[in-house]
């Protein structure tokens, strides 16, 4: 806890593409916390920063801007292959650290990460902002009101047929796969809505058609927890024909996402003995939240939302679809048992 104290904030990466430098820095200023340095590889993005922040300090080497003593926090927008490397530098300058999703591409280095923040007294948490998305809100609403019962179905797409954009996301090396991207958001939600521990995975990848692109074309993961309930999640860059997002079946009702935004969420549950079709308004986005969170909790010692134990637990989801989709088999996932010990 840093109580009665200004947290002063930087970014490593500063990157054109959808501003999230520009955006992380908002965020910080927004909850009260000083915005005071960037750092980029590009010195043309630190003339940007300037720009967009009068007065900053800018940094091309990620040692410079760490060795820098009164910054509290530390964000990281940058290749997935580069997080474990930067936040295990942040952990270690003694600074806390936040990291855009996907906390890393390996399960091993999201535990090493862990236990380092533990070790060093430090922060460590992801963005996963979209926590707060207003389906995802209204959701978990539905399921506190009990209106849902015991979710025990769930099935998670996102896709369509289109060639992986181009830029290091379409790298399976740099980005880690076509699972890490909006599948680290997927497998968020989905810990968030079924309770317990998971009992297994069995992943498949398909690779059939964008062969210039070394990310997979198509991933499907089937999640088995302990409590019975299965999870079907689809990531597919060659899917012709498109389906829902989300289906949530539960013992009581169920709901289902459509790919299209209408503001309302269908809801079917017993009506007079019938199973009905009704509509449920869907509550607002509130991403802002999670900076919210990350002052309440270094100022004043709130409970962090965005674990990095859960972080880690989406990474060990989706590495291992890859290993059982290698193996041909169904796998545990690493440190379950940790968690529910």
């Not at 012709?240 to 935004?261: D, H, M, S, W």
């Not at 002052?295 to 004043?300: E, K, P």
Request: charged share 25%; net charge negative.
């Amino acid at each position: 806890m840093t109580a009665n104290k200004t947290i002063r904030g930087a970014v490593i990466g500063y990157g054109g593409a959808f501003n999230m430098g520009k955006s992380h820095a908002n965020h910080m200023r927004r909850v009260g916390f000083e915005f005071v340095a960037a750092c980029d590889l590009d010195p043309s993005r630190m003339e940007q920063a300037q720009a967009d922040f009068p007065g900053i300090r800018t940094f091309t080497s990620v040692d410079e801007l760490l060795a820098e003593p009164d910054i509290d926090l530390v964000t990281v927008i940058t290749p997935h292959n580069t997080h474990a490397m930067l936040a295990e530098k942040v952990l270690r300058s003694g600074k806390h650290c936040i990291l855009e999703k996907p906390m890393c591409i390996r399960a091993d280095d999201a535990d090493r990460l862990v236990k380092l923040a533990k070790a060093q007294g430090r922060m460590l948490s992801v963005y996963h902002n979209r926590r707060w998305d207003g389906w995802y809100l209204t959701v978990k609403h539905l399921i506190e009101q009990d209106l849902l019962g015991d979710i025990f179905h769930i099935e998670m797409y996102m896709g369509g047929y289109n060639a992986p954009r181009g830029w290091w996301r379409d790298n399976k090396e740099i980005s880690g796969g076509a699972f890490y991207d909006w599948g680290a958001h997927y497998i968020d939600y989905l810990l968030g809505l079924v309770p317990g521990k998971i009992r297994s995975v069995r992943g498949f990848v398909q690779k059939r058609v964008w062969h210039e692109m070394t990310n997979e074309d198509q991933v499907d993961s089937i999640i088995h927890f302990e409590n019975g309930a299965v999870a079907f999640v689809q990531i597919s860059s060659i899917a012709r024909a498109g389906k829902a997002r989300f289906r949530i079946l539960g013992t009581k009702g169920a709901v289902e996402l459509p790919g299209t935004k209408s503001g309302y969420l269908p809801l079917y549950r017993d009506v007079d003995g019938k199973n009905t079709l009704t509509e449920v308004e869907m509550l607002k986005d509130r991403h802002g939240d999670y900076y919210d969170n990350i002052a309440d909790h270094l100022l004043n010692g709130a409970e962090l939302i965005v674990k990095p134990e859960e972080a880690r637990r989406v990474i060990s989801v989706i590495e291992t679809t890859e290993k059982s989709a290698q193996q041909g088999r169904e796998l545990p996932v690493p440190f379950e048992e940790e968690l529910f010990a």
